[in-house]
């Protein structure tokens, strides 16, 4: 599987960004996908997850309220809408996929999944 993110860029405190990620290749519509960020000089930590037939989302609570997952399997898009943005909202964002088949259970952690895209900069001016 194949995954390409995209749609960061520079946005003011308060402004919205929708991320994308695309699938290629696998079968998209057995996976959960997740969203993970990584700020300079911090671990890599999970944003929100959903899982292979969207009707289970999941959010950190640092997001909760503001950023909405959602996919579209027929196209083997995901999406991450953020409203709200606030300056500790910058870090390369990865979208990510779980290959478990089916799985009952949205991951929340990165060693749960098993793809992983190449990431998009999102940078929240003060």
């Known amino acids: 599987v194949q995954l390409q993110a995209f749609g960061g860029g520079l946005v003011q405190t308060g402004g919205s960004l929708r991320l994308s990620c695309a699938a290629s290749g696998g079968t998209f519509t057995i996976y959960d996908m997740g969203w993970f960020r990584q700020a300079p000089g911090k671990d890599r930590e999970f944003v929100a997850a959903i899982n292979w037939s969207g009707g289970s989302t999941v959010y950190t609570d640092s997001v909760k309220g503001r950023v909405t997952i959602s996919r579209d399997n027929a196209k083997k898009t995901v999406a991450l809408q953020m409203n709200s943005l606030k300056p500790e909202d910058t870090a390369v964002y990865y979208c990510?996929?779980?290959?478990?088949?089916?799985?009952?259970?949205?991951?929340?952690?990165?060693?749960?999944?098993?793809?992983w895209g190449q990431g998009t900069l999102v940078t929240v001016s003060q």
């Open positions: 990510a996929a779980d290959n478990t088949k089916y799985s009952t259970r949205v991951g929340v952690s990165s060693y749960e999944y098993d793809y």
